[in-house]
């Protein structure tokens, strides 16, 4: 199945059932990930060691204790710190596949990748995204059914999921599209590219709760041990995902 997506993914579209149309944008929009804002643990941390100073000089041993308590928690919070990415596409149901021409400009100008290669990339990501709804209207029965309809209403909740689930759904939902785009450059030959999206942004070593992406290295790891076993869990997962976000989830943890 994979193969055959990768294939006809940027050239012929249609054979998988995909429409050939998507939309260009100019506008730069960042995504934010992570929990805390960095400047106010920034500013957390320095009161901390204010405080832990004041201690030292005041001989107070008896509020040690505390002071280990907070500076416990103010780690937590560093390792969930905020950070920013720069939006190349997006695929939303009910819009289709945007892609950013200037931010795909942008990071190709910064790590000197070719702007061509880097934009098919992206429309494979994204294309994968309307591939993977497209699979879940139809096992909701929901294709080309109305937006009314009670089959596609279901279909709508179930994609987006809820609250832990939400994020689970991402999770998967990225992990699918990312690998794909993945051993699309590896599949082409442009293996600097997919060596650059195993390496994980300065930002993204912290460790973020359901980042999106987390389930890409699990795959590319087993694709460099095994490529059928990778391709076979790719297969698993998707199936998995139509039914079950959890489930899906609880797969790439496994990876
Ligand atoms: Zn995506």
Redesign the pocket.
Known sequence: MLEIILENIVTAPERLGLPAAYAESDVLLYRQYGRYDTVAVQREGRQLLERAEALQAEYDIAALPRLGKQYAEWSKKLQQLKFKRLLH???AADKGITLYVNAIRQECAEHGWDYAVYYDSVLV??R??LLHYQAVLAHFGAAGAAVQSAEYKQAQRYWYGRQTEAAQAAVV??TL??FARWLWCLQQGHLALAQAFLQTPEEARTCIPYY?YAGVRGLCALYVRSPQAAVRAYSELWQLSLTSWQQAYARIKEL
Do not use: N
């Open positions: 596409g997006e695929f990501h994204e994968v995204h939902k990225e599209a990312e999106p």
